[in-house]
C-alpha cells in the first residue's frame, strides 16, 4: 500500500470526518484517485461508501463491517452509502463479480478504519491534554481516565487531524464485530418494501418499453407493421432496434441492443399488449439453421487443442498404465435465471442521460450509454439499484443500451422491462463444454497419469484474440487440479459457436468441478479404493483443500450406516482462494426421481467477517448448484432457445430442498470470496452419491431421471 493511500476530503464536504481511499484493483496500482469514502458526521453516524452492487449475497454489510471493526464504531449508527454515479472519474473499472468484494477490500478497508480512528483519538486526547497512547476506543467513544467523547462530537476536530501514516491496525483476537454473528443491514428495507431494486424506479413522466427481439442468433428486422400495436389504448410509441453492437475500451464487451422493436406505452401491460399486436418479418440471417449443439461439440473432439498445463509425461505413462480408465463428460449450455429479470430506466436529455439499473458493471453500463445517446461517458450518470440477483448476467450491459436508445428517441424517460420468456431466450449462457478424460494405474493402483482434453466455445473472445489460444475461464478447476498425479495433460480447444456467452456463477469450475471429481470418483473405483481416502492421499500437499475435505467427511459420518437406499458422494472444489468440500446424501426413487437428502459443507475462506452471510451464501449456493445439476439446460434448435420459463427451465422446489450443514474452517489464511465456491462441488457431490446407491455413473449433465 502506497504512502499517498488516504485522503482527508472532509473540507469539500462541510461537516464531520470525511476520509478518501482507494480499492485497488487486480490490475494493480494505478494513479491514486479515491473511489470509497469513510464518513464519521458529528451526529455520530458513520456512512461507509463503496463501488460495489449488492445483489443479496450481503457485501454491503460485510464491508461496512470490515470498516466499522478497525473504527471501533457503534453498529447502530453505520449504514452504507449510495454507490457512486460517475464510474469514469474512478482509476479502475467499476463491477462487482467473482466473488471479489471482500478480499479486494479487506486490507484497504481496514487501514481506513484504523487511520478515522487515531485521528478521533488524536482529536479527543489534544482536547484532554493527554497522551493519544493512554486513550482506548469502544462503540463509537474515546475514553481517558474519567473523560468520554462520542466520535460525533470529535468529528469536526478530528478533520483538522493531518492523516497518519501506517496507523495500527488491530490484533485479530481483539476484534468485537467481525466473525461474529450479524444482521445485515439491508434487511429491514427489504421487508418493510423501502428496498429500490431497478424494477422498482418510478418518476413523472415514465413510460415502460416491452421489446419483441429476433428469435435467432443474429436475426434482424425485415419489416413490421405496427398499426395494431399503435391502437392499442396507452401506447405511445413504436420503436425499431437495428441491434448494433457497442464496442467500449475493453472492445466488443456485448450486444448492445439485438434487433427488434419496441412498444413503449404508459403501463407494462399495455406495453405487452401492444408487443403482442405487432406483425413482424424476420431476416432470421446465417444462425437459423444452428442446433445438435452435443453433436457439434463431440464432431471436434478428435482435433488438438492447446496445451493448458503439463506436469511429467502424461501420454508415456498412460501407454505403459497397468489400468487405464477412459470416460467422456458433457454439461448444457446453462441460463442465470435471476429472480428479477433484466431491466433498466433511462432518461437522456440535452447533453446528459441518467441511468438507473441494477448493474453489476458500472463502467459498462455507462460506456454502453454513452455511445447508445451519442454523448461523452462523463455526461451519464450510473444510479446503481439493488440487484435482484445477478450470478454474472448483469456484468452484460445489453438492456441499458436498449432503454437508453428508447429514450433517446421518444424524449422521455423509460423503463425497459424483460419477460420472464425474453430473460430466458435472450441471455448469455455458460458455455457448454465436451470432456474426454483418461487416467492410468500402475500394478500397485497408484494413480500415474491423468489427462483432459476440453472441446468448448470460449467466452473470452469476445474481449479479443486469446491468449496463446487459450480461455483461462474454460479450464479454470481443470488445469489446476489439485491432486498429485506425477504425470499430467490438460488441454483446451476452442470451437467458437455463435451463441452469445457469459460468466455465470463459479464461471469454468461450475462444470469442471463435475467433471473433475466425478471422474476422480471413476479413479477410484478402478483402484479399489475408498474415495475419500484417495483424494486425502493425493492432497497431502494441499493443506487448505485436505483440511476442508476432512472437515466435510466428518460432519458427514463418512463411512458410517446409512438408511437402504441411500448413498453419500462427496467432491471438492476452489474458488480461489477459498475452497469448499461437499457430501451428499442421496437416494433414487424406482420411477429414475432423484432425492438430495442432505449436503455437508466445509469451506475455508480466510478469516470470517460475518458467519451468517458465508452460512448463506453456501446454502444459497447449494440449492444454484442442485437446480443446474437436476434440471438446467438451454438447448437449441433452428437458432432458437427452446426454454422460456420455469415450467421448462425450473429451479428447485422447496419440497426438494436439502438439510444443508455448513462448517467454517477456522484459518488464517487468504482471504477468499464466498459467493460462488459451493456451487461447484454440488453435482459432483450428488453424481458420486448417485453412483454409490445406485451403481450407475452419471456423465452428462443435468441429471434427469436416472434409467
Known amino acids: 500500500m502506497e504512502r499517498r493511500a488516504f485522503l482527508q476530503v472532509s473540507g469539500t464536504i462541510g461537516a464531520g470526518l470525511v476520509i478518501g481511499f482507494r480499492i485497488p484493483d487486480r490490475r494493480g496500482v494505478v494513479p491514486f484517485t479515491p473511489n470509497a469514502w469513510l464518513q464519521v458526521d458529528t451526529d455520530g453516524a458513520v456512512t461507509v461508501t463503496i463501488d460495489k452492487s449488492e445483489m443479496g449475497e450481503g457485501n454491503h454489510t460485510a464491508l461496512a463491517m470490515i470498516a466499522a471493526e478497525e473504527l471501533d464504531a457503534d453498529w447502530s449508527k453505520v449504514k452504507v452509502g449510495a454507490v457512486p454515479v460517475n464510474p469514469a472519474a474512478w482509476s479502475r473499472r467499476m463491477s462487482t463479480g467473482g466473488s471479489t468484494s471482500v478480499r479486494t477490500s479487506w486490507d484497504i478497508l481496514r487501514k481506513a478504519g484504523a487511520t478515522a480512528r487515531a485521528m478521533l483519538v488524536t482529536a479527543a486526547a489534544q482536547t484532554w491534554g493527554v497522551e493519544a497512547a493512554a486513550c482506548s476506543t469502544r462503540n463509537g467513544t474515546v475514553t481517558h481516565a474519567n473523560h468520554r467523547l462520542t466520535y460525533g462530537e470529535l468529528a469536526q476536530k478530528a478533520a483538522t487531524i493531518p492523516v497518519p501514516d501506517n496507523a495500527p491496525l488491530k490484533d485479530p483476537k481483539d476484534f468485537r464485530l467481525l466473525g461474529t454473528r450479524t444482521h445485515r443491514l439491508d434487511t429491514p428495507s427489504k421487508v418493510n418494501g423501502s428496498a429500490q431494486f431497478g424494477i422498482d424506479v418510478r418518476m413523472p413522466g415514465l413510460l415502460v418499453a416491452s421489446i419483441e427481439r429476433s428469435p435467432v442468433f443474429g436475426g434482424k428486422v425485415k419489416s413490421f407493421d405496427a398499426t395494431a400495436a399503435r391502437a392499442v389504448p396507452g401506447v405511445r410509441h413504436v420503436v425499431q432496434l437495428d441491434g448494433t453492437p457497442w464496442t467500449g ?8 441492443t439485438e434487433s427488434g422493436v419496441a412498444v413503449v406505452a404508459d403501463t407494462y401491460w399495455q406495453a405487452v399488449q401492444g408487443r403482442q399486436a405487432l406483425k413482424i418479418t424476420w431476416d432470421e440471417g446465417p444462425n437459423a439453421a444452428l442446433g445438435d449443439i452435443p453433436g457439434k461439440l ?7 487443442g492447446v496445451t493448458a498445463k503439463t506436469v511429467g509425461d502424461a501420454a508415456t505413462a498412460l ?3 497397468a489400468k487405464k480408465i477412459e470416460s467422456v463428460y458433457t454439461v448444457p449450455f446453462l441460463h442465470h435465471a435471476t429472480m428479477e429479470p433484466m431491466n433498466c430506466t433511462a432518461h437522456v436529455r440535452a447533453g446528459t442521460c441518467d441511468v ?14 454513452a455511445e447508445a445517446a451519442g454523448i461523452p461517458k462523463e455526461a451519464v450518470k450510473i444510479h446503481t439499484t439493488l440487484l435482484g440477483g445477478g450470478f454474472g448476467r ?24 424483460w419477460s420472464r420468456e425474453d430473460d430466458t431466450k435472450h441471455s448469455f449462457y455458460r458455455p457448454a463444454t465436451y470432456n474426454k478424460l483418461a487416467a492410468g494405474l500402475d500394478a500397485q493402483n497408484r494413480p500415474v497419469a491423468w489427462t483432459h482434453h476440453i472441446v468448448a466455445p470460449p467466452i473470452l473472445i469476445k474481449f479479443g484474440p486469446l491468449q496463446n489460444g487459450i480461455d483461462a475461464t474454460l479450464i479454470d478447476g481443470a488445469s489446476d487440479v489439485p491432486y498429485a498425479f506425477p504425470n499430467l495433460f490438460v488441454d483446451q480447444l476452442a470451437a467458437d459457436l455463435p451463441v452469445p456467452l457469459g460468466f455465470w456463477r463459479s464461471v469454468g469450475a461450475s462444470q469442471n468441478a463435475f467433471v473433475v471429481e466425478c471422474f476422480m470418483d471413476e479413479v477410484a473405483a478402478a483402484a479399489g479404493r475408498d474415495p475419500y481416502e484417495l483424494r486425502r492421499e493425493m492432497l497431502q ?20 450406516p446409512l438408511p437402504p437406499g441411500r448413498g453419500r458422494g462427496i467432491a471438492i472444489a476452489e474458488w ?17 426421481t432423484v432425492r438430495v437428502h442432505r449436503v455437508v459443507c466445509a469451506v475455508d475462506c480466510g478469516p470470517v467477517v460475518n458467519p451468517y452471510t458465508i452460512e448463506a451464501q453456501m446454502q444459497g449456493g447449494v440449492v444454484f448448484g442442485l437446480s443446474a445439476a437436476l434440471y438446467g439446460e438451454i438447448t437449441i434448435d433452428k437458432g432458437r432457445v427452446q426454454q422460456g420459463n420455469f415450467n421448462d427451465y425450473p429451479m428447485l422446489h422447496m419440497p426438494e430442498m436439502p438439510v444443508v450443514e ?35 455413473r452419471i456423465r452428462a449433465l443435468p441429471i434427469g431421471k436416472v434409467t
Open 249 to 256: 475500451t475493453n472492445g466488443a464487451w456485448a450486444v448492445g
Open 298 to 304: 463431440a464432431a471436434r473432439a478428435g482435433e488438438a
Open 319 to 321: 501407454a505403459g498404465a
Open 356 to 369: 438507473w439499473a441494477p448493474t453489476q458493471n458500472q463502467t459498462r453500463a455507462q460506456e454502453v450509454a
Open 394 to 417: 448483469r456484468l452484460e450491459s445489453d438492456f441499458v443500451a436498449e432503454a437508453v436508445s428508447i429514450s433517446k428517441a421518444v424524449n422521455a424517460p423509460v423503463k425497459v422491462i
Open 541 to 560: 500437499s494441499k493443506p487448505r483443500h485436505l483440511r476442508v475435505l476432512e472437515l466435510a467427511a466428518t460432519k458427514a459420518g463418512w463411512g458410517t
Open 576 to 592: 480461489e482462494p477459498t475452497t469448499c468440500a461437499e457430501v451428499a446424501e442421496v437416494s433414487v426413487a424406482p420411477d429414475g
Open 662 to 696: 455448513v462448517h467454517i474452517v477456522p484459518s488464517t489464511d487468504a482471504i477468499g470470496g464466498i459467493g460462488e465456491p459451493s456451487v461447484p462441488p454440488t453435482a459432483p457431490a450428488v453424481c458420486n452419491a448417485i453412483f454409490a446407491a445406485t451403481g450407475k
